[in-house]
């Protein structure tokens, strides 16, 4: 029999590893009592992709977009998180877009025709809701003077404080997790705008899972929110709940595509 593969590559800032380490091992000892076989440790090694599209996948967290975008993802939806986060709901997130302070331009109409950073096309927080949030703005289904692709959260930050772009679309808990955690990311940036709210980010586990592992992986979750010897690496998380879910849960994520899209701003640019 192979292995199973977990991965929590989503919100895994290196301050936050050891929580991540702390509750999969919890998570892990609870599906072994019940006769599932578990990885002892988290796939690091590899993107987060490539562990969505891995058939042996136990338990992973996946962006909502490529979830309902992409039809060779064959994924089944375990929960959805609730972030003890401020502007989160629950079961919901938003993201925020940053600009520098110093800039100080008044709403987003005044970053007409300036740069933005996206994390990747493929992504709910940093292009998805960022999209929708211009769209209304767009004219000819063009805003900003270029788009730049910077691969991750952190480097769009970073490309707005280091002036290679003005304004990004960050998650609010990658952006919670900065602060805390590396606030001097963020030093001299600030908040712009909040985008729309959309679902927060799945547990997600294999398509081909049996059903019965996915209710052992349902009750296995919420033992570890009620658990208070992991209210520390819970806290390190923002993890405040874990409530069941399915992907008809997303269905607001693809509507905001479809939104943008028939107001004639297909893609951020």
Known sequence: MSTPVASLGMYDHPAQHAANDRLWSALAHRLVARG??????????????????????????????????????ALRVVGIPVYDVPDCGIGTHLSYLIGRREDAPAGLAAYRARRAAINARTSNSGHNLFRAAIAPLARDGRF????????????????????????????????????RFEPAAVDGLRIVARTAASPALP????????????????????????????????????????????????????????DAIAAGYPVLQ
């Open 203 to 258: 547990f997600v586990t294999a398509r081909s899972t049996p059903i019965e592992t996915v209710a052992a992986l349902r009750i296995a979750l919420a033992d570890m929110i009620g658990d208070p010897a992991l209210a520390r690496a819970r806290d390190a998380l923002f993890l405040k709940d874990v409530l069941p879910a399915g992907v008809e849960r997303f269905a607001a994520v693809r509507t905001l595509e479809d």
């Open 144 to 179: 900003f003077a270029g788009v730049v692709e910077t691969g991750s959260h952190r480097a769009s930050v970073a490309a707005v404080r280091d002036r290679i772009a003005d304004i990004a679309a960050i998650d609010a808990v990658s952006y919670a997790a900065l602060c």
């Open 36 to 73: 599932i076989a578990a990885p002892r440790q988290l796939d690091r090694a590899r993107s987060v992709e490539a562990i969505w599209r891995d058939p042996r996948l136990l338990l992973a967290q996946a962006c909502g977009y490529p979830l309902v975008t992409d039809p060779r993802l």
